[in-house]
């Protein structure tokens, strides 16, 4: 799995809507190697790295955020990401 691709489009749809998997819509922005979730047009307080989007990878595929709750900052917005069509379609599952 190349992971700079896959955080490639991460970064390609910054500011796009990706739902939870209780499908609460949210963006994000990207700001150097984080990922900063906006929910209702306001930022979430938290800063998600780079490298704990590696991590999840690492572990891909799982069923759900609870897998990864306590290994990560954001685990419900990390598995909206890499669980959305526009980012899995490089995951080898």
Do not use: H
């Not at 790295?49 to 290994?71: C, F, Q, R, V, Y």
């Amino acid at each position: 799995m190349d992971i700079e691709k896959i955080w490639g489009k991460i970064k390609k749809y910054e500011g796009e809507i990706f739902f939870t998997i209780k499908s609460f819509p949210f963006s994000y922005r990207i700001e150097n190697n984080y990922i900063i979730p906006i929910r209702n047009e306001s930022e979430i307080n938290r800063r998600i790295p780079k490298t704990d989007i590696i991590k999840t990878l690492m572990i891909w595929p799982i069923s759900g955020p609870a897998e990864i709750t306590n290994e990560i900052q954001g685990s419900s917005y990390v598995y909206g990401l890499l669980s959305d069509n526009r980012i899995s379609c490089d995951l080898i599952t």
